[in-house]
């Protein structure tokens, strides 16, 4: 569990503490949505600047206000997110402690992950919405810009990267036994 803490908490505190950076120095973008759901973050932070371009046209730091998941997916329904998340963090905590995680990749994921999921779960009770504010823009049709996202979206976009690499790595010790 020290393991398992050690990566979790300071992926959170990182997270947090980026968020929190945020909230207090950038307006949440007064979109429709944002107007109808959070007019009191809205007016808390209109004296703040929208935006900073970090690289033009490339990379920005926002205030964006995501109910939903990936591309506002369920953005009506956070309710869903915050069931999902309370039951994958406890059957993760329950897998960790039957040892169910052996490999290396995933032993670092679990953490990353449980970070990750602490991190916007917090966002949702807090501010009614999660925090997204790095903003890239990859000039694709398709993903223009890219959504926001944040430190935990990049500890479970990490973590599920390290769970693929311990599923290919899985299946070449299956496939060298045989």
């Given at each position: ?45 209109a ?58 990749p ?7 992950l ?56 899985d ?8």
């Amino acid at each position: 569990m020290k393991f398992l803490a050690a990566i979790a908490l300071p992926a959170y505190a990182l997270d947090q503490l980026t968020k929190w950076w945020i909230f207090t120095h950038y307006a949440l973008v007064p979109s429709e949505r944002n107007l109808a759901l959070f007019p009191a973050a809205i007016a808390k932070t209109a004296h703040l600047p929208l935006d900073t371009d970090v690289i033009p046209d490339w990379f920005s730091i926002v205030h964006w206000g995501n109910t939903g998941a990936a591309f506002s997916f369920l953005s009506d329904q956070p309710w869903v997110f915050i069931v999902l998340s309370v039951a994958a963090f406890v059957g993760l905590l329950i897998a960790w402690k039957k040892n169910v995680f052996t490999d290396a990749p995933s032993r670092v994921a679990v953490p990353l992950l449980l970070g990750g999921i602490l991190g916007n779960v917090t966002d949702r009770f807090i501010h009614g919405y999660v925090v997204d504010f790095l903003l890239f823009d990859l000039h694709v049709r398709f993903a223009n810009p890219w959504p926001a996202f944040n430190v935990a979206d990049s500890c479970i976009f990490v973590a599920a990267g390290l769970f693929v690499i311990a599923a290919i790595l899985d299946a070449r010790k299956q496939r060298a036994k045989k």
